[in-house]
């Protein structure tokens, strides 16, 4: 576990993104964020013998005690792909005196939640989940799946 500095992880987001863009930032970290949860899900699962939406809910709960947000399930259906949270005061949003003009700040939240979906979930595919809403222009952060039962089967396992 390492603590930093939110300005320092925003910081560098924005440095990112004024290199290579939104949405290019996203793809990059992508891969490795949906990796992550879902090897954290795993560790966790066998570790407390936790599986389905327990584990989900186990995830969101230590992401928001670890200080990245207070995370909260509307809408959780792991076998059908189904994910709704909303994430208050999240780690992500631009800080004092951050340069950061991004709509959707919170991205990597999203392949976050894709890997404890597909970790739970069993399948080899990932569900999409966006952020729709964003603390930067509202109260709140809203995050979905794109809908149940969908799962793009052609993205590799982590
Ligand atoms: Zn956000």
Do not use: K
Not at 5 to 34: C, I, K, T, Y
Not at 96 to 102: A, E, T
């Amino acid at each position: 576990m390492v603590l930093v500095p939110q300005h320092l992880l925003v910081n560098n987001l924005d440095a990112v993104e004024q290199r290579l863009g939104r949405d290019e930032s996203a793809e990059l970290f992508r891969d490795a964020g949906r990796r992550s949860a879902w090897h954290w899900c795993a560790h966790e699962s066998a570790r407390l013998g936790l599986s389905g939406a327990a584990i989900v809910r186990h995830y969101l709960d230590r992401l928001s005690r670890r200080g990245w947000g207070r995370f909260e399930i509307d809408a959780l259906d792991p076998s059908r792909g189904e994910l709704s949270v909303r994430v208050r005061h999240s780690a992500l949003l631009p800080v004092d005196g951050s340069d950061r003009s991004v709509d959707r700040a919170c991205y990597l939240f999203e392949a976050w939640f894709e890997g404890a979906l597909q970790y739970t979930s069993g399948r080899s595919g990932t569900v999409p989940v966006r952020e729709t809403r964003c603390g930067v222009n509202a109260d709140e952060c809203l995050f979905t799946s794109d809908g149940p039962g969908r799962c793009h089967d052609n993205q590799r396992r982590p």
